[in-house]
């Protein structure tokens, strides 16, 4: 079974509506729908905005649906000229970008208690996300997505990010999905299409771009989970 995570209806509508043998449960607060998505067994959740909802979700669901494989999909600002709106950024490691216990002498965006900056994402699945873009004619980008909890819309931030982690795009959930990932020995893999400049304009940019950006992650997650 492979478990699917979005923040917003928005980035799961299509594949809800896709899948087969649907059925819903609640749990923790969350609504959980298992079922068959293009011939495979599949787990769906809406984990709702920013870190402590998608760790809870992404928690709840492996303890409950013990998935093989945490797939955490929706959309992001860009931190790299590399990547534009619809472009897709695939997260082969994931950071806590608002994480900073520095004034004690430690990195920034150590996670403390297991002193990791950085979660590594699952190999397989980021090679073959990178793949199917390719087939696609996708402009695609494999890398860091940083997560934090504030929607980032101001270049000095968005510098200090980049600044920090070298990462390649920034959201709010991604991190926490990859921490609850690790503390189970859960493979996972995030998949951010591109909404927004991150930047001053940002604000702009998501709101009329966000279904563009949420088609192209639905289209290439459907094409993931028949391969995978």
Same mark, same amino acid.
């Given at each position: ?5 979005? %923040?917003?209806?928005? @980035?799961?509508?299509?594949? $809800? ?7 819903? @449960? ?24 920013? +870190? ?26 860009? $931190? ?8 897709? !950024?695939?997260? @082969? ?27 590594? %994402? ?50 709010? @959930?991604?991190?926490?999905? !990859? ?13 951010? %299409? ?18 563009? %950006? ?8 459907? +094409? ?5």
């Amino acid at each position: 079974m492979i478990g699917i995570l979005g %923040a917003m209806d928005i @980035e799961l509508e299509a594949l $809800l509506s896709d899948m087969e043998d649907k059925k819903e @449960e609640k749990v923790s607060g969350f609504s959980f729908f298992t079922g068959t998505l293009a011939g495979r067994s599949v787990v769906i959740a809406k984990c709702g905005i920013g +870190k402590v909802a998608a760790g809870i979700c992404a928690q709840t669901m492996i303890l409950r649906y013990a998935p093989a494989l945490l797939l955490h999909t929706g959309v992001a600002g860009t $931190l790299t000229s590399a990547l534009s709106v619809t472009d897709v !950024a695939i997260g @082969e490691r994931a950071v806590q970008h608002d994480m900073d216990t520095s004034a004690l002498g430690d990195p920034v965006g150590l996670i403390s208690g297991i002193n990791k900056i950085y979660f590594e %994402a699952d190999e397989k699945a980021a090679a073959l996300f990178l793949a199917i873009a390719k087939e696609d004619g996708i402009n695609a980008l494999c890398g860091t997505v940083a997560s934090g909890d504030q929607f980032i819309c101001d270049k000095t931030v968005k510098d200090r990010i980049v600044q920090n982690f070298g990462a390649i795009a920034c959201e709010m @959930e991604g991190g926490a999905v !990859a921490h609850a990932a690790y503390l189970n020995g859960t493979p996972f893999i995030i998949l951010r %299409a591109i909404s927004d400049s991150a930047d001053g304009s940002s604000h702009m940019d998501y709101q009329t771009f966000l279904p563009l %950006a949420a088609a192209q992650s639905y289209k290439m997650v459907k +094409k993931f989970i028949e391969r995978y």
